[in-house]
């Protein structure tokens, strides 16, 4: 484990710390579905994702799901170690969406190591920082952008992680990465494909005209 | 300034530090309406609120503005130094919502503080999570709590805020805390009026049956 290269801070971190933190800390890799952290049920730790990809979400009462940020490679997960930071009052949930290779740093861990050192308290801050500006990006797009916006910057976005334009996705799946009820999405993915720039089928949703989902998508 | 009474971790720093921040720290009354930071164009720096209130809000590019949370005594502002933070990747305006007297630290003092002690870097750490819970529970009202219960809970808050039932505050300033039109507030206030629990009248909204409103905001 080439801790380097997930701390940008690890050198000004001292030999103890390096120590304990390598010491500790936990390979594992999970399969796609895998729920790595619910709410304010547990506390696994600091996740490194070495190779994969998890999904941050909330989810209401009434069971609707909307898709927080996503986490790729390289990237740490602070909220599954959120029993760290007592003014943490929400609660997330941490899945992996595809099979994920994963550092775990064991929370209690982390937290001595945040109590001795400036560089990794700061290093923290700056991850929340990023959580925070996705969830507000989240809330601009769900204040002000229009649906029409929304999907087809979501379309375009799935294609270009799963790396094709024929997404294998269901209305329902979509729905809820974005807050909104199936038939709201059937009904735009409709419009979308009368306008030529997707093609349906069951389970399928096809891209047949990005540049025009884009113009969309950039309002 | 008694800076034990804002800063829990003042007795954790160390002498140099404490002279820095005492040092720097300039006091400033603002009258109601102020606008103390806007977007990335300012750093003021950290602000601590003596007495007052101070409100910070998103504004989209129609012009619509939706509140996150308020600022009140004792609460310190991190927003305002979020030149400190490079992962801050959105805009808040900071404004005062009645005649406040602050602290103001500069940002780059409070910026040499927080590389030198993991104390004031964890501190400012729980402020910005606590800020981050409050977008959350903004985001959920507004993804998953329908706009009756959303209206209830604000004229409730509102009438504890100002200490009276009846509530100097028109439709359009109550849309621009709430992120809707003003003709939505109109139809809701009127459908409130209806049923008996408030009192409209020209630029001013009554409160007469408080018991019903928390109904409807508990849901």
Known sequence: MEFETYFPIWNK????????????AVERTVKKGTMLHNGSMDCTGLLIVRHGQLRAYILSDAGREISLYRLFDLDIC???????????????IIEAEKETDLIVIPAEVYKGILEESAPAANFTNEIMASRFSEVMWLLEQILWKSFDRRLAGFLLEEAALEGTDSLKITHEIIGSHLGNPREVVTRMLRYFQSEGMVRLS????EITDPEKLRRI???
Chains 1, 2 share one sequence.
Do not use: D
């Not at 069951?202 to 949703?205: E, I, M, Q």
């Open 202 to 205: 069951r389970g399928t949703v």
């Open 78 to 92: 602070l909220f599954s170690a959120s029993c760290i930071l007592h003014s943490i009052q929400f609660e997330v």
């Open 13 to 24: 971190l001292t030999a103890i710390q390096k120590q304990k933190i390598s010491g500790s």
């Open 217 to 219: 998508s950039n309002g």
